[in-house]
C-alpha cells in the first residue's frame, strides 16, 4: 500500500524555486529547526524547516510512488458522496465480501467474528486464489471481478468499489464537436429573434458536414435534442424569454464585484420605473401612466425620495427625489406611531424627543440622510448636468451602473418587483408587466389620480415595507437575524456612531437649474416673462461683478410662477413673482407655456402669455386637451405639489375617496403583511395607450372627485 507520508532527512531531495536541492544537515536554534540545502552546483542554502515544509517554494520530491493531490481520480467524498441509498448499501456489502476474502471476517478483524466465520475456503494458509474462486462462486461472479474488487480495495478503500459511472452525454468526440458548434449557432442568434430547436439543429449538422466529418459520426435527431438540452444550460435559448437571455449572455466571466456599504448613507441608489398600474388625470379625467423615482439607501433599504411623474421624468423630478433625502417630508395624517421618523432623522431608541414625552408626535416619513454616494444608471435625467453639478457642489460623488446591468442596482430593482407584487397588482387600474399579463380593460378601473397614487406609496412605504424584515438584511455576527428597514438604519448608526446630515436646509435650492440674466428698473425678463420682488431693489440696472453683468437666477421648470434669486451682500434666497402669476392656483412649467403659445399663435397674431396660458386651461378644463402633446402638458400641470416645496400634511390613505368607494376599504386599514418577490420583470409598454375611462352610476362622480384631488 502506497502511503502519503515521506521521511524528510539527510538525503532528502526538495524542489525550491525551480532548482532541485538535497537536505545536508539539520540544526537546532533557538528559532526552531533549520536545514542546510545543497544546490547542484554545490552553492549551500541554510532554512528554516517550516519555510522548507509549508512554503509554497517548496517541494518535495519523492522516490515511490504515493498518492498526491493533482491525482486525475475523484477523491473518496466526491465518489461516494453522489451515490444513492441503493448504490451505497451495494458497495458497503462488496466490502464485506472483499474483506472476508483478504482475513476471513467480513467485519476485517478476527475480534469481531460473525456466526460460523471464518469459513473452511476462506480459513487462514488457505491460498489467495482459491479464496477468488470460492468467493466468485458464492456471489456467481467472474473470478476477474473478485480480483478487480480486491484491487479497488486495496488502492482507495471502499470507495473504489463505487459502480463505475458512465461519462457526461456529450463524453465522446464526435458529441463533443456537436454540442461546441450548436453552442457556437445559439450565441449567433443572441441579440436576434429566438430561433427554433429543429433550426438550430440543422445548422449545426450543416456546419459539422462544412467541416468534412461524416454523416455517420453525426449524432442522430433524439440524441441531438438531448445534447442540445445540455447546451441549453450554457447558453439560455430557448426556455426564456429573449431578453431573460440578452442578460444572461451579458454577465460577467468573472467574480462578480460588488460594493458593500459599511454605514447608511454611504451608497445611495436612484432610479425611474415604470408603474404597472394606470392613474387618472385629474385634468383631463383619462387614464395615463405614471412613472416612479426612488432614492434608497443601500445599507438599511431606507426609502429616502419617492417621486410620481406622468411618464415624462425630468432631470427636476430626481432632483426632487434627492432633495427629500436631505428634508424628508412630514408624516401622513393617521400613520402608526412605527412609522413615524423623529425631524433630525435619529431613531427615538437612540435618542428620545422632548416633544415626544410631552405631546403628540409628530414626525418625517423619513430618515434624514446626506450621501456620500449615489449610484446611478445612464438616464439622461441622472447623468445631467443639473445633477451631477449639484453633487459635485454638495460633495456627493455620482458613480453610473454599467451600461444594462441591473444588478448593479440590486436593491432597488427588487424593490421595484415588491412594489408590485405587494402593493400594485391589489390595486385598481393594475395593468401587468408586460402585454401577455394585462386584463381586458385595465383602464376602465382606474380611478386614482396621481397625487393618491403617490400618497397610497408612500403609506406603504413608510407602514409596511420600512418595518418588515429583509431576507438581505443581516448581520454576520447573528446568523439567522433578519431585520427590517428600520432596525438596520438603528443597527447602523450604533455600528457608525454617527449620521450625516444636512448642514443647510437652503441648500435644497442649489437643486435648481440656473439662468443669467440682467435686471431691469421693472425686474428680470425670462424667456419673455417678467419677474418682480423687493429683494431686487438695491440691484435695479446694476451689472453684477461677472463678466458677462448678468445676475444668476433659479428655475424650476415644472413651476415659473416663481423664480428664485440670492441676494449676494445677504447671501439669502428670494422668491421672485411672475407678473401673471397672481389669481391663479396651479403651476405653470416652461413647456406647457411654450405650448400655449404656438396655439396662441395660430389664433390671434399677437398673443400675449396671459391669453395663450388662459386659452389652454380653457381647453384641458372643457376635456377637449387629446392629443399626445397637450394631455402630456395637461399632465406636467394637473400635479398640486410643485417640485421644491414642502407639501402640506398628506391625508391617510384610507380616508381617500376614491380609494374607500373602490376597495371597500375601513377608516383606518391597517397594513397587511406581504411575501418577498424573486424575480426582476420591467415593462416597456408604450405611454400613450390612452382611452376614455368607464365610469359606473356615479353621476356626480367628477365633482366630487376633482374637490378630492
Known amino acids: 500500500m502506497s502511503r502519503a507520508a515521506v521521511r524528510v532527512g539527510v538525503g532528502t531531495r526538495f524542489s525550491y524555486d525551480g532548482e532541485v536541492v538535497e537536505v545536508v544537515e539539520f540544526a537546532a536554534t533557538q528559532a526552531g529547526g533549520e536545514v542546510v540545502l545543497k544546490d547542484g552546483r554545490g552553492r549551500l542554502l541554510r532554512l528554516a524547516v517550516k519555510e522548507l515544509l509549508l512554503s509554497d517554494r517548496a517541494r518535495i520530491i519523492s522516490d515511490g510512488p504515493g498518492p498526491a493531490s493533482d491525482d486525475p481520480q475523484e477523491t473518496a467524498a466526491v465518489v461516494l458522496g453522489q451515490l444513492n441509498d441503493a448504490e451505497r448499501e451495494q458497495v458497503l456489502e462488496r466490502a464485506a465480501h472483499v474483506r472476508e476474502v483478504l482475513t476471513g471476517f467480513r467485519s476485517g478483524s478476527d475480534e469481531l467474528p460473525a456466526a460460523g466465520e471464518p469459513h473452511a475456503a476462506y480459513a487462514p494458509g488457505e491460498p489467495m486464489e482459491s479464496r477468488y474462486a470460492a468467493k466468485a462462486a458464492e456471489l456467481g461472479v467472474a473470478v476477474r471481478t473478485v480480483k478487480r474488487w480486491v484491487a479497488g480495495f486495496r488502492r482507495d478503500g471502499e470507495a473504489g468499489l463505487a459502480p463505475a459511472r458512465s461519462g457526461p452525454r456529450s463524453g465522446h468526440r464526435s458529441a463533443q464537436a456537436w454540442a461546441e458548434t450548436a453552442l457556437e449557432v445559439m450565441v449567433e442568434h443572441t441579440g436576434q429573434s429566438k430561433p427554433s430547436r429543429k433550426m438550430v439543429i440543422e445548422r449545426t449538422r450543416a456546419r459539422l458536414l462544412a467541416r468534412k466529418f461524416a454523416e455517420e459520426d453525426l449524432p442522430s435527431r433524439a440524441t441531438a435534442y438531448r445534447l442540445l438540452e445540455d447546451v441549453e444550460r450554457r447558453h439560455p435559448t430557448f426556455r426564456l424569454s429573449t431578453k431573460r437571455n440578452r442578460d444572461i449572455a451579458a454577465r460577467p466571466g468573472g467574480v462578480y464585484g460588488k460594493l458593500r456599504p459599511a454605514r447608511p448613507g454611504e451608497y445611495l441608489l436612484m432610479d425611474t420605473n415604470r408603474l404597472d398600474v394606470f392613474a387618472l388625470d385629474p385634468v383631463t379625467l383619462q387614464w395615463v401612466q405614471a412613472e416612479l423615482t426612488v432614492a434608497m439607501d443601500w445599507y438599511t433599504r431606507c426609502v429616502l425620495g419617492i417621486r410620481i411623474t406622468p411618464v415624462s421624468t425630468k432631470a427636476v423630478d430626481a432632483s426632487v427625489a434627492l432633495y427629500q433625502a436631505f428634508r424628508p417630508r412630514p408624516a401622513g395624517e393617521g400613520w402608526p406611531t412605527h412609522a413615524l421618523w423623529p425631524e433630525h432623522g435619529i431613531p427615538r431608541s437612540v435618542l428620545i424627543d422632548r416633544t415626544a414625552l410631552e405631546g403628540p408626535m409628530r414626525g418625517a416619513a423619513s430618515p ?39 444588478r448593479d442596482k440590486g436593491p432597488l430593482e427588487r424593490f421595484f418587483l415588491t412594489l408590485r407584487e405587494d402593493l400594485l397588482q391589489g390595486l385598481p387600474g393594475y395593468k401587468g408587466p408586460d402585454l401577455h399579463s394585462r386584463g381586458e380593460r385595465p383602464e376602465g378601473e382606474a380611478f386614482f389620480f396621481l397625487h393618491e397614487l403617490e400618497a397610497i406609496i408612500r403609506d406603504w412605504v413608510a407602514c409596511t415595507y420600512h418595518h418588515r ?51 431691469q ?12 420682488g423687493a429683494a431686487l431693489d438695491p440691484y435695479r440696472g446694476l451689472l453684477s461683478a461677472d463678466r458677462d453683468g448678468k445676475w444668476p437666477i433659479a428655475v424650476n421648470p415644472d413651476d415659473i410662477n416663481a423664480v428664485y434669486f440670492r441676494d449676494p451682500a445677504e447671501r439669502r434666497w428670494h422668491a421672485l413673482a411672475w407678473e401673471h402669476a397672481p389669481g391663479r392656483h396651479m403651476p405653470v412649467s416652461e413647456e406647457a407655456l411654450q405650448f400655449a403659445r404656438r396655439l396662441a399663435a395660430a389664433r390671434d397674431r399677437f398673443p400675449d402669455d396671459k391669453a395663450a396660458v388662459r386659452d389652454l386651461f380653457e381647453r384641458w378644463n372643457l376635456g377637449l386637451g387629446t392629443t399626445r402633446v397637450e394631455r402630456r402638458m395637461a399632465l406636467r400641470l394637473a400635479r398640486e405639489q410643485v417640485a421644491l416645496d414642502l407639501p402640506e400634511p398628506e391625508e391617510g390613505v384610507a380616508v381617500l375617496p376614491s380609494l374607500r368607494r373602490l376597495m371597500d376599504l375601513p377608516e383606518t386599514a391597517p397594513p397587511q403583511p406581504a411575501s418577498a418577490a424573486a424575480q426582476e420583470t420591467g415593462d416597456d409598454d408604450a405611454a400613450d395607450e390612452a382611452g376614455l375611462v368607464e365610469l359606473e352610476d356615479d353621476s356626480d362622480f367628477y365633482s366630487g372627485a376633482l374637490e378630492d384631488a
Open 469 to 519: 424584515p429583509h431576507t438581505s438584511l443581516v448581520d454576520p455576527g447573528v446568523p439567522g437575524l433578519r431585520m427590517s428597514p428600520a432596525a438596520m438604519f438603528e443597527h447602523g448608526l450604533h455600528r457608525a456612531g454617527y449620521i450625516e446630515v444636512p448642514r443647510d436646509p437652503d441648500l435644497a435650492f442649489e437643486f435648481l437649474r440656473v439662468e443669467r440674466r440682467k435686471i
Open 521 to 532: 428698473h421693472y425686474g428680470i425678463d425670462l424667456d419673455a416673462r417678467r419677474y418682480n
Open 368 to 406: 434624514a440622510l446626506v450621501p456620500e454616494t449615489v449610484l446611478v444608471d445612464h438616464g439622461k435625467v441622472f447623468v445631467s448636468e443639473h445633477l451631477t453639478s449639484v453633487c459635485r457642489r454638495l460633495g456627493i460623488s455620482v458613480q453610473p451602473a454599467r451600461l444594462r446591468t441591473g
